[in-house]
Every structure is written in structure tokens, then in C-alpha cells.
């Protein structure tokens, strides 16, 4: 089905490339070179004050994928209503590749080389699932979207890769596309008696997948979260020494490099999952306030940009990948302060690494072009005002 799509506006400028670079959230842009800079000052004080192993990839990688950031933003968004679809396939075919000829690290199977590159198809996983159940929402042709029955083929789109990627094993991912698949079908407005149901249901499936589904070590870090003393040397090592970061930072840290945990590597992996708590035990509370408000500045920022989308795909894309950097966040910082089991999800923008960096700049590039185009009307599914 080829998408339908009228520009309501009377500007012929604005289709222009002058014209979408106006219609570009500079404020947004902003913002996640803050976040990044912040994060290559870490990154920077992690190696010991060297540029590398990690501040550098991350500034060059910053720089090539911002600008894909802004191209994404301008492409028209026929395409990606059209190519919501087809990229959903490749993730999962490419998921599925991982589970029978993915790179294990770290006791998961989650990469998969394509020539010279490995990459980590689950990151991208989680937009495709956004942007498919975007397209499936805005060609459902109904005012009222509460009924189950209008959300079974939405919830299959989101947990059939959930389970698969849950398999590798990576309970953190997995968990992240089926959170954002429920988030998403609570947007498009099912019945809140179904809501209350799936969390039950939810819980009961997590009792019985507990004895019966995740892998021992799995189990261990759950019990491990619940009480880390029980295996202060083992499992419960890495959230020991993260509180002890926090803990040491205070309200101001102890200053830039002179943390104790960190400097002296009693802070595993604080280069990727554990950057938060390096950067709470150098800059205190208030540092974590700062990047925090940059967060959640981009985040009220997307949902702005949701709700002025003139079209049903526009809300639940914007909304979608809005909320999925929600959880990204949400989750690493509850993870580093023992408030969520450690399931190996970096921070956006501060942890080094290539494939998230990608993902989510990708993804607000896509919000972005909702914006760009938010005087497009579809004429095909349900249309906000009707």
C-alpha cells in the first residue's frame, strides 16, 4: 500500500532543503552535542587523560552520525512509512542470523559481522519495531482503537523479536523492544482493563520464565539485585563498586578524574554501562541532575513534536522513539544506583560504543522528520481530529 500524502501547506519554500533546515529542531541538535561533548570528557578521563581507546571513536562517530541525523530528518516521509515494513523483515532476519551465526561476548551471542563491520541487529530492532506498529496504527481505519482484537498483530510485532533477542541471551534488549511495543500499544489507546491485564499476566509469565526460561547466571543477577552482599565478589561486584562511586561522589563529586573507583579500576565496564556512576562520583548529584535535564529536555521535546503531527503515524513514530530513549536512560540509571537488575544497557551519548550511538541518533532523527513534515495530512487510516 503506497502512502497517500497531501501538503496542506501553502509555502512552496518549505519543501525546499533551505526550507526543512528551518523546520530542523536546532534546540534538539543542541542538546545532544551537549550530552555527547559530556560524554567524551568521561570517556577522556576513563582511559587515564587519553583520547584513547574511547574519546576519540566516540567524537568521530559523533560527528559522521549527527549529520545522518539531519539527512534522516529531510528525507521525505513517504519513505519511511513505506520502508517501515521491509526494515522490520531485515532486523528480524538479521536477529535470527545472530542466533545461528552471531560473535559471543560476554557470555551472549549478539553480534554479527557483515564483512568488516559487526553490528548489533538488535539495536536496530527496536526502531523497526517502532516504525512498523507506527505504520500498522495509521493504516487502521477506526476512531475508537480500545478493543484487544485491534492489537494482537501489534503486540506479535513486538514480542515475536523480543524473545528471540531474550534468547541470545540479552534480557536487557529484549526486555527494551517489548517495553516499547506495550508502550506503544497504550499509545494508540487500548482499554485500560487490557492494561491492568497484560501486567498481570506479565508477572505471572516472569514467575513462571524465572524457573523454567532464563539462563542460571540470568537468575543470579536478579537474586544478586535484590541482595548484592550475598555474592559481594561475584555478581554482585559491579553494583557494589558502582555504589560505593555514588556514594563517594556526594552532591558536588570528588572532581574530574579523581575518582577512586574509576581511576583505579575497582568500577568494571565504566566505559560503557557504568559511565553514569563514574560521572556521579566526579561531578556528585549535581552532575547526574545536569545530564539528566538534557535528557529529559530532548525527551518533552519529542513528545512536543508528537502531539503537533498532523498525522496518526507522526504521534506514534515520535512518541515511540521517544519513549524508547525513556527506557534507555531510565534503565541505566536505576541499573548503576541498585535500583534494576545489570542488564548491560549503555547510556546515550555518554557510554562508548558505535551501534547504540547509531540506533538512537537514527531514531531522533526520525522525530525529527516528523517535524519537519508536520503539515502533511494522511489521507489513509485514522486522522487526529476526526
Not at 311 to 334: Q, W
Request: proline share 4%; net charge positive.
Amino acid at each position: 500500500m503506497v502512502l497517500n500524502l497531501l501538503d496542506i501547506t501553502k509555502n512552496e519554500g518549505v519543501n525546499s532543503i533551505g526550507g526543512k533546515l528551518k523546520r530542523i529542531e536546532w534546540g534538539m541538535v543542541l542538546l545532544v552535542s551537549l550530552l555527547a561533548s559530556f560524554g567524551a570528557v568521561l570517556l577522556y578521563g576513563a582511559a587515564g587523560g587519553n583520547w584513547m581507546p574511547w574519546a576519540l571513536p566516540h567524537i568521530v562517530r559523533f560527528c559522521m552520525f549527527i549529520v545522518m541525523m539531519i539527512i534522516v530528518a529531510m528525507i521525505d516521509i513517504r519513505f519511511w512509512y513505506n520502508l517501515a515494513y521491509p526494515a522490520y523483515a531485515i532486523a528480524f532476519l538479521l536477529v535470527i542470523a545472530v542466533d545461528l551465526f552471531g560473535h559471543t561476548a560476554l557470555g551472549a551471542q549478539r553480534w554479527i559481522a557483515i564483512g568488516p563491520v559487526r553490528i548489533q541487529p538488535s539495536e536496530f530492532m527496536k526502531i523497526s519495531v517502532v516504525l512498523a506498529l507506527a505504520r500498522y496504527y495509521q493504516d487502521m481505519n477506526f476512531k475508537n482503537m480500545g478493543p484487544l482484537k485491534y492489537h494482537i498483530i501489534p503486540m506479535i510485532i513486538a514480542l515475536a523479536p523480543a524473545l528471540l533477542i531474550m534468547k541470545q541471551p540479552d534480557l536487557g534488549t529484549g526486555s527494551t523492544v517489548a517495553l516499547v511495543g506495550a508502550f506503544m500499544v497504550f499509545l494508540a489507546g487500548i482499554y485500560w482493563r487490557y492494561i491492568i491485564g497484560a501486567i498481570v499476566g506479565a508477572i505471572s509469565l516472569f514467575i513462571i520464565a524465572y524457573d523454567f526460561v532464563l539462563h542460571d547466571f540470568q537468575k543470579k543477577r536478579i537474586t544478586t539485585f535484590l541482595n548484592p552482599e550475598l555474592d559481594k565478589m561475584g555478581q554482585g561486584y559491579q553494583i557494589t563498586q558502582s555504589k560505593i562511586a555514588i556514594g563517594s561522589g556526594g552532591f558536588f563529586g570528588v572532581g574530574y578524574m579523581n575518582g577512586t573507583q574509576s581511576q583505579l579500576d575497582f568500577l568494571p565496564e565504566r566505559q560503557t554501562d557504568f559511565v553514569f556512576a563514574m560521572l556521579l562520583e566526579e561531578f556528585g548529584m549535581m552532575g547526574g541532575i545536569f545530564a539528566l535535564v538534557l535528557f529529559f529536555a530532548i525527551m518533552a521535546m519529542g513528545f512536543l513534536i508528537a502531539r503537533s503531527s498532523r498525522h496518526f503515524f507522526g504521534k506514534m513514530l515520535a512518541g515511540g522513539i521517544t519513549i524508547l530513549l525513556f527506557i534507555y536512560v531510565s534503565i541505566n540509571a536505576a541499573m548503576v544506583m541498585g535500583l534494576f537488575p545489570v542488564v548491560g544497557m549503555p547510556m546515550p551519548f555518554l557510554s562508548h560504543g558505535g551501534s547504540v550511538m547509531l540506533s538512537v541518533l537514527f531514531a531522533l532523527g526520525l522525530v525529527q522528520n516528523v517535524k519537519v513534515h508536520r503539515d502533511k495530512i494522511m489521507h489513509t487510516g485514522f486522522q487526529s481530529g476526526k
